[in-house]
C-alpha cells in the first residue's frame, strides 16, 4: 500500500491493524544521502568497533533525510501453512506545522539521488505530498504553544491567528502610516452590520497589520464579531470577519479548538506509525538495519544520544562517571580502616584501585535504575539489571569478540576486513582450515586460500612490481612498463597487507606476535596477530 499526505489519516487505523496482529514486521528505508563526508567504505569500514560506527554514522549521516519508510507486517496463517503480508510504503516530508514549528533542514548526496532517481523513485510524492511527521520535543513544544493560546482565549486576551472581541478600554495604538488602512477595514465592517450579509473576507496583509485589526475590532465591535486568520492554499493569510450572536460565538470557538488539536495530530503525522511500532513490542528484522534504526530514532522519536563512555581506562572513567547523566554514589569507610580521597590520586595503588573501580560499577549500575519506571536511585549488586552482564570478562582490543563469556558458549571465529571484497578469517581449531578448504572448491560466490598461501602471493607480486622497465617515447616523454598488479586472489584489486614486512619497509615481523597494517581511508592502525600458525584464511569473492 502507498501512502502519502493525502491518504494517511483514512489508511491509519489500516496501519495499526496490520501491526497489532502481525508475528513480526519489516522495515527499510530510503534515505537523500549517506556520509557527507567520508566515502561510504571509510564510514563503514569492517574493521570498526560498535562504538566506532556509531559515533561516525551518528557525526556524517544524520543531516540526510529518510525520504520513504517501508514497512512490511508478517503473520502467519495455521490453515494456509503460509505467512499473510501487508507491505506499505510510507512518503515522508517535514512539512511546518505553522510558522513556530520546526523549519528542518537537510543535504542531499548527488549519488543518492542519482540511484533512487535510476529506480524510478518519486520525489514529486515525497516533497508535495510527503507525510510530515515532529519528534517528542516538537511534539511537546507545539502542545505547549497552543495550551498558552488557549489560556489567552480564556482570559481573553485572543491570538494572531484567532479572536472572539470582548471589551477593551482604551483603543488600539495604530501607527500613521497604518491608520489609512486600518480606517477602510473599519467602515467594511461597520457596511458588514448594517448589510444582510454575514461574512466578510479582507484582503490578505502583513502580519503586523492582521495584528493592528484584530486590536482594533477588540476595542471598537466588543461584540457580536467573530474574527479569524484564514490560510490560502498558496499559504496567504487573510482575515475572514463573521457577524454572530453569543452562542454562535462560543460554537466557533470550540470548532477552533478541535480544529487545532486535530491539525497538531497530523502535524505528528509519521511519528504515530514509529510509536504504534514501538508500543506492540512485535519483532522488528531488517537489512543492515543500523542506519535505518538511527535515522528512524533521530527524525521521529528524539535526538541520538552521545557515547556515555568513550574511555576506559581507570581514571578517565572515574571522572566521566562523576558528570551527568551519572551521579557519584554516597560511600563511607568502615570503621578501623584508611579511607582514600579521590582528589589525591593514587592510582596503580591496588587498593585504590579496587576501590575506584567498585565506585565506576556503582554509578553505571544506578544509571540503570534511572530507565526503571518509576526510576531507582539505588541498584542492588542483586538486581535482575544486572544479571545479563555476570561472568562477562572483557577483552581489550578484539574488535569481533567484545567480552568472555566464562558460563556459556563463545565466539569461535575472527573476521577482519582487509577490503570492501576480501578479509581475513581466524578459526579456533587448526583442523577447521581443511574441511573450509575443502567446501570452498565447490564455492562459486567466494574463494579461499592460507593465510601463507596469501603473503606467498603477496611476495610474488612484490618481485613483479619491481619489474619496471622505462623507455623513451616518440614525444620525448618517459614511459613505465609495469607489470600488471594483481593480488593472489588473481583479480585486479589490490588489498592492503597485515604484514608489515609488505609494507616495503623490509622489518620481520613484531616479537609479540603482533603487527600494525593500515587500512582505506584511515590515520590510524589496527593489529592483527600473526602466529605462525596456519589456522588463517582470506576469503574473497571469484572474479567475474
Known sequence: MEVTRKNYKDSLNTVYSAIEEADFLAIDGEFSGISDGPNVSALTNGLDTPEERYTKLKKHSMDFLLFQFGLCTFKYDQAKSKYITKPFNFYIFPKPFNRTSPDIKFICQSSSIDFLASQGFDFNKVFCHGIPYLNQDEEAQLREQTEERRNQHANGGGTPSYISPSSSKSPANVPEEHKDFINRVIEKVEALFSNSEKTLDLEPCTGFQRKLIYQTLNWKFPKGLHVETVETEKKERYIQVIKVDEEERKRREQQKLEREQEELNDAVGFSRVIHAISKSGKLVVGHNMLLDVMHTIHQFYCSLPEELITNTSLAELEKQLKDTPFKSPQVETAAGFPSYDTAQEQLHEAGYDAYITGLCFISMANYLGSFLTPPKAYISARSKLIEPFFNKLFLMRIIDIPYLNITGPDWNIQVSWVDDTSAFVSLSQTDQVQIAMNTSRYAESYRIQTYAEYVQGKQLE???????????????????????????????????????????????????????????????????????????????????
Request: glycine content about 14%; proline content about 5%; aromatic content about 10%.
Open 462 to 544: 612484490k618481485e613483479k612490481l619491481g619489474q619496471t622497465v622505462k623507455s623513451w617515447g616518440e614525444d620525448g616523454w618517459v614511459k613505465s612498463h609495469y607489470a600488471s598488479s594483481t593480488t593472489s586472489s588473481g583479480f585486479g584489486k589490490r588489498s592492503i597487507s597485515p604484514v608489515q614486512g609488505e609494507q616495503g619497509s623490509g622489518e620481520p615481523l613484531i616479537a609479540d606476535g603482533w603487527s600494525h597494517y593500515s587500512y582505506p581511508d584511515s590515520t590510524g592502525s589496527k593489529k592483527m596477530k600473526t602466529d605462525g600458525v596456519c589456522k588463517r584464511m582470506r576469503t574473497f569473492p571469484a572474479a567475474a
